[in-house]
C-alpha cells in the first residue's frame, strides 16, 4: 500500500526563510533546495543519510525554482529570482559552485525555469511576471544564446517541456540533423487562466500552437507527462481556484480535459513521477495527494488525505 506519509527522512537545510523548491539530481544523490533567504543549498543524499555540501550566494532576493541539467553536460544547476534574475552554475573541482551564465533582461521576477530533454541539447526555458518566456541556448564553445517571446501578458507562473519523442531511445550522441528533426514544445501557465502550448517552428522561432482553455482562476502549476511509449500526450494543471485539470490527446484528435479534483483551497504545483503514472498535487493545506491513473482512464487517489478539503470533479 502507497500512503503519502511514509516518511523516510527529513533535511534540517539551515535555511533561514521559506523554501520554495527543493530538486534532486538525474541520479538522486544530490538536493538542492531555493529559499526566500536569497541562497540555495547542495546536499547529497545516501539513503537515510544528507549531507551538506555547499552554499551557493548569487542572487539578490528570493530564489523560487531551480532545475537541474542532464549529468552528460556536467555538474550544471539553474535557477530563477525574485531578483529578475536567471543564472547558470556550475559546479568546479574542488565542489565550489560558480555562476557561468547570467540572464537579467526580464523587467520582473523570474517565476520558473526547466532545462529542456537532454536530446534537444543545452536548453533553458524561462518564464517571468512580465509575461515573456525566455529560451536560452547554448552553443558550441559555451556561448550562450537567448531569446524571448510574449507568453501570458499578465504573467508566466509555470512552464513544463514536452518530452522528446526519442525520450530513452537514443543509445549515442544524436547529430545535429536528428536534433533538428525532434520538435521542441513548452506548455506554459499564466495568470490568465489559460494554458498554452509553444512549438520552436525554426531555430529560436516560436510560436503558439494551441491554448488550453477551460480554469476559472490562475494557473500556478502545469507539467507535461513523461513519454509512456503511449500514443498520446498528457498534461496536468492546477489553479488557484483548487482545481486539477488532466489534459490528454491521441494521434488525431484534438486536447481533452478532466476535472481530476475540486480541492477547497488553491493549488500550487502539479508534478509526475518518472513512469508518468503518478501524479502528485501540492497546495494551500501544506500537504501533497498522490494520484495514480487506473486502466480504464479513470484516476484513483494513493495518498491518505483523500477525503479532506477535496470535492469530486466532473
Known amino acids: 500500500m502507497v500512503t503519502a506519509n511514509s516518511l523516510i527522512t527529513t533535511v534540517d537545510t539551515q535555511h533561514e526563510d521559506q523554501i520554495h523548491d527543493c530538486q534532486f539530481d ?44 542532464h549529468p552528460k553536460f556536467g ?23 560558480k555562476p557561468i551564465y547570467r540572464y537579467e533582461e526580464h523587467k520582473t521576477s523570474v517565476n520558473t525555469c526547466q532545462f529542456a530533454p537532454a536530446e534537444f541539447g543545452l536548453i533553458l526555458a524561462c518564464g517571468s511576471s512580465d509575461g515573456n518566456v525566455s529560451i536560452l541556448y547554448n552553443q558550441d564553445g559555451g556561448k550562450w544564446d537567448a531569446h524571448t517571446f510574449s ?25 545535429n540533423a536528428e536534433k533538428n528533426d525532434q520538435k521542441k514544445r513548452i506548455v506554459t501557465a499564466g495568470n490568465g487562466n489559460n494554458v498554452n502550448i509553444y512549438e520552436e517552428v525554426s531555430y529560436c522561432v516560436w510560436q503558439l500552437e494551441k491554448e ?14 513523461p513519454s509512456t511509449g503511449l500514443n498520446r500526450q498528457v498534461i496536468a494543471s492546477c489553479d488557484h481556484n483548487g482545481e486539477v485539470r488532466v489534459w ?41 495527494s498522490l494520484w495514480r491513473e487506473l486502466p480504464d482512464g479513470g484516476w484513483k487517489c494513493i495518498s491518505d488525505s483523500e477525503a479532506d478539503g477535496i470535492q469530486q470533479g466532473s
Not at 533567504?37 to 532576493?61: A, M, P, W, Y
Not at 539553474?78 to 573541482?93: C, T
Not at 481533452?256 to 508534478?271: G, Q
Request: glycine share 8%; net charge negative; with cysteine.
Open 26 to 69: 538525474f541520479y538522486g544523490t544530490r538536493l538542492a533546495t531555493a529559499s526566500s533567504d536569497k541562497t540555495i543549498r547542495i546536499f547529497e543524499v545516501s539513503n537515510d543519510k544528507t549531507t551538506f555540501l555547499r552554499q551557493i550566494c548569487q542572487h539578490d532576493g528570493p530564489v523560487w525554482q531551480l532545475s537541474w541539467a
Open 75 to 97: 555538474p550544471i544547476l539553474a535557477s530563477a529570482g525574485f531578483d529578475r534574475k536567471v543564472i547558470i552554475h556550475q559546479e568546479e573541482a574542488d565542489g565550489d559552485w
Open 248 to 288: 490528454t490527446k491521441q494521434a488525431g484528435v484534438e486536447w481533452e480535459s478532466n476535472v481530476l479534483r475540486k480541492y477547497n483551497y488553491p493549488l500550487w504545483d502539479v508534478s509526475w513521477s518518472v513512469t508518468g503514472n503518478v501524479l502528485a498535487v501540492s497546495g494551500g493545506d501544506n500537504n501533497v
Open 212 to 225: 488550453l482553455t477551460g480554469h476559472n482562476d490562475w494557473v500556478r502549476g502545469v507539467a507535461w507527462a
Open 151 to 175: 507568453a501570458h501578458p499578465s504573467g508566466v507562473n509555470a512552464l513544463s517541456w514536452a518530452p522528446s519523442a526519442d525520450m530513452g531511445s537514443l543509445i549515442c550522441e544524436p547529430t
